[in-house]
């Protein structure tokens, strides 16, 4: 009888821990989880809180009759890459990053929320402020759209901090559709959606990938330095370089022909502004060779998915590690299996601007609580030193006598103060990847931007739209 009692006092103790730890410290992966159908009739019934920048509310939530709550977006097609989507099946963007600061049920407003629950009063959830430029962010997304290209994006980065101050992407699509509450026409939206074959739901920011054409020179370059070149030393340049083992040379541009790309030995500086195909082909291939060149590219990113918010990743960009000179030849002048996102290609200029240190990009400036209290600050972090401060002075040097007297002296004057130009082949289509990086402004440059638009023609094409975005963020 003494010993049947302990058992069932043992078990009594063992089913009530069971229960504390799975309300205690399960409940919210249990609310989370995918098999669980009542977290889609619930998602709608609280008031979640609203995704602001600048002052300027980019998503809320307004009740209806029936006590649930309607999510709305502010200009929806331009702010998607930032807000995303909350809808009955699922949410992206910042709605995703921040749920649970976004429905209250985040630690850090555990106190703030306490007293109303205790009480029954209306909880609402917190405040996710973005750190995005709303200006720039619209001026950007208009100047994508009106470019006629068939996709395009831009990113701007704060070099020194690494805040994301636009992100923009068309074709885009409105948050809002997909947001209704009515099932069916969510369910038709998707469809519609999905069926388009430029994938507007996909920010062409940082969930695709495209081979990124001449920018990609900048990290070469970078190798070079880092292998002990400068600006000023002497390198391998002509019309035409056959990589070792190769069947088909690969040349300069018809453009480049009587230029200082056809001589057969230039300074680094010359070969980066005037673009020379065979002078980084033969880095890719040669000297430093495909080991420094992808060292370097994942110093800045490469080879990683990047995390830009709680939980939102890019496609990672890739750069071939191969002992074929003829790969890494084609990689390295930003074609063949080289692709990047515009979110990783920002972040190399901004890495030169940053005297070498390559900051984590990050979308959320800070989260407040229903009452306006701060509960936490995204701190700016370093996530790699990418190079020498000597080194990232020689490449803003590079840059700016890309704008001066290179590919894109067009801009010169503009508030582009240096960059790249790139333009990439797509076999077998009449368009090109047209590529432009920079900094910026002149006086002060602590702007990275990156800006990809698909269409014929070339990267300097691009070149007007990064300094557009530059001017609409100001000194």
């Not at 998607?80 to 963007?93: H, M």
């Not at 900048?218 to 083992?245: E, F, H, I, M």
């Not at 990783?344 to 890495?351: D, I």
């Not at 020689?394 to 590919?407: S, W």
Request: charged share 25%; hydrophobic share 40%.
């Amino acid at each position: 009888m003494g010993r049947t009692w302990v058992v069932t006092l043992v078990l009594a103790v063992a089913l009530m821990a069971n229960i504390t730890y799975v309300q205690g410290f399960e409940a919210q992966d249990l609310r989370d989880d995918s098999l669980n159908a009542r977290q889609f009739e619930d998602r709608f019934k609280i008031d979640r809180g609203p995704i602001v920048a600048d002052g300027e509310r980019l998503a809320w939530s307004e009740k209806l009759d029936d006590d649930r709550y309607q999510r709305h977006y502010k200009d929806g097609p331009v702010f998607a890459p930032i807000t995303g989507y909350f809808s009955v099946f699922s949410q992206t963007g910042l709605e995703a990053a921040e749920n649970h600061f976004l429905d209250g049920t985040d630690d850090r407003l555990a106190t703030s929320n306490l007293v109303d629950k205790l009480i029954g009063d209306h909880v609402p959830g917190g405040t996710v402020e973005a750190t995005v430029d709303v200006r720039a962010q619209r001026v950007a997304y208009q100047a994508l759209a009106s470019s006629t290209a068939r996709r395009a994006a831009a990113v701007v980065l704060d070099a020194r901090t690494g805040a994301v101050l636009v992100m923009a992407s068309t074709p885009s699509y409105d948050p809002d559709e997909v947001s209704t509450l009515n099932r069916a026409k969510a369910t038709n939206a998707f469809e519609r959606l999905n069926r388009e074959r430029l994938k507007p739901l996909l920010s062409k920011a940082t969930g695709e990938l495209f081979p990124p054409g001449s920018t990609f020179k900048t990290l070469v370059a970078a190798s070079a330095l880092g292998a002990g070149a400068t600006a000023d030393s002497q390198v391998r340049a002509g019309r035409s370089y056959r990589p070792p083992g190769a069947g088909q040379a690969i040349n300069n541009d018809a453009g480049d022909i009587g230029g200082s790309c056809d001589l057969s030995r230039i300074p680094l500086a010359e070969a980066y502004a005037q673009s020379c195909n065979t002078t980084f082909a033969f880095m890719g291939a040669e000297k430093p060779g495909n080991g420094a060149v992808h060292k370097e590219a994942g110093e800045f990113g490469f080879g990683d998915r990047i995390e830009y918010a709680d939980g939102l990743l890019s496609a990672a960009s890739a750069f071939p590690a191969t002992d074929q000179p003829s790969l890494s030849a084609l990689g390295s002048i930003g074609q063949g299996s080289t692709v990047a996102s515009p979110l990783q290609m920002a972040m190399v200029a901004a890495g030169v601007v940053n005297d070498g240190e390559v900051m984590q990009p990050h979308l959320v400036d800070r989260l407040r609580a229903p009452n306006g209290r701060t509960v936490d600050t995204i701190s700016p972090k370093r996530r790699s030193r990418a190079l020498t401060s000597g080194q990232a002075a020689q490449m803003r040097e590079m840059m700016k006598a890309v704008v001066e007297r290179g590919t894109a002296k067009s801009l010169r004057g503009t508030s582009i103060l240096g960059g790249k130009t790139g333009t990439a082949d797509v076999e077998g289509a009449a368009y090109n990847d047209r590529w432009f990086i920079g900094f910026g402004p002149r006086r002060d440059p602590k702007y990275a931007v990156a800006v990809m638009t698909e269409a014929p023609g070339y990267g300097i094409e691009s070149g007007p739209i990064a300094a557009k975005i530059i001017d609409a963020l100001g000194d």
